[in-house]
């Protein structure tokens, strides 16, 4: 079955102090609100505080996932993190390809495939990030753009090991600009993604592929985004920072 998710990627923001506010302010949301038991909720704090988080979240239900990973297995690799390492503290998720490691860190598509297959190797779902900057949608490439993400990041897993993947599509010029894809442009791409997902293997992994939306997603254009049928949640930034924000999103399904 499809999953719907709603996951919060903090990025570099928060000190340990407001890392532990957060959850905490998350959960007591939960605990006073109620969460819908058909939204899987996934916050992503930066490494350091995984530990925090997994302690935390401890039989509840919200998982707690990672920004990054090392694309190697492990050894002489002094500032990595590897997905061994991941599992071992119970991380269930890990964000893959993020555009702003694209950019600033390089990443090829070639090492985003390779912590794929880490991750997966440690039965970690990747929250697989693909999208377009402004420059190649304005000259109609995006569908070329992602097209090419997927086949090089994706596509060289079989197809009973692709089922773990969770799509998330971000265009770069949404994300932290406060300009939303429009319904409409979101539930373009992500048709066209599924119908990658079903070209490549077949109607079923097609249908049952999770993919998300992400790219200034807040609490007043979530329910609209989301109501989309191929819209299965969002990975959200900013407002992933504020518990009652947060957590209006993920009821914005209901809405
Ligand atoms: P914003 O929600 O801040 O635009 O960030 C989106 C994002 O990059 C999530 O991974």
């Known amino acids: 079955m499809r999953k719907r998710i709603v996951a919060g990627n903090w990025k570099m923001n928060n000190n340990f102090e407001e890392a532990d506010d957060l959850i905490a302010g998350i959960l007591d949301d939960i605990e006073k609100a109620g969460k819908p038991d058909d939204i899987q909720v996934v916050l992503c704090p930066p490494s350091l505080y995984l530990e925090?988080?997994?302690?935390?979240?401890?039989?509840?239900?919200?998982?707690?996932?990672?920004?990054?990973?090392s694309q190697f297995?492990?050894?002489?690799?002094?500032?990595?993190?590897?997905?061994q390492m991941l599992a071992s503290m119970d991380v269930e998720y890990c964000i893959t390809g993020h555009s702003e490691r694209r950019k600033y860190f390089n990443e090829t598509d070639e090492q985003i495939a390779q912590k794929v297959n880490s991750l997966l190797s440690e039965s970690i779902t990747p929250i697989f990030c693909c999208g377009e900057q402004l420059h190649e949608r304005e000259v109609g490439n995006h569908f070329k753009v992602v097209?090419?993400?997927?086949?090089?990041?994706?596509?060289?897993?079989?197809?009973e090991v692709f089922k773990k993947i969770v799509i998330a599509y971000e265009p770069v010029w949404a994300i932290g600009t406060g300009v939303t894809a429009t319904s409409g442009q979101a539930q373009e791409m992500h048709a066209y993604l599924r119908g990658l997902v079903r070209d490549q293997y077949d109607d079923l992994t097609g249908d049952e592929t999770t993919i998300l939306y992400g790219g200034s997603c807040n609490s007043k254009n979530a329910a609209d985004l989301f109501a989309n049928p191929d819209v299965d949640g969002g990975l959200?930034?900013?407002a992933?920072?504020?518990p009652g924000e947060f957590m209006s999103i993920?009821?914005?399904?209901?809405?």
């Open 250 to 255: 993920v009821r914005s399904f209901h809405n």
């Open 73 to 83: 297995e492990g050894g002489a690799y002094t500032g990595e993190i590897s997905a």
């Open 236 to 238: 959200i930034g900013g």
């Open 52 to 69: 925090l988080a997994t302690d935390m979240l401890l039989d509840l239900p919200v998982s707690a996932g990672a920004q990054n990973v």
């Open 147 to 159: 097209q090419e993400q997927l086949s090089k990041g994706l596509f060289h897993l079989r197809k």
């Open 240 to 242: 992933s920072l504020k």
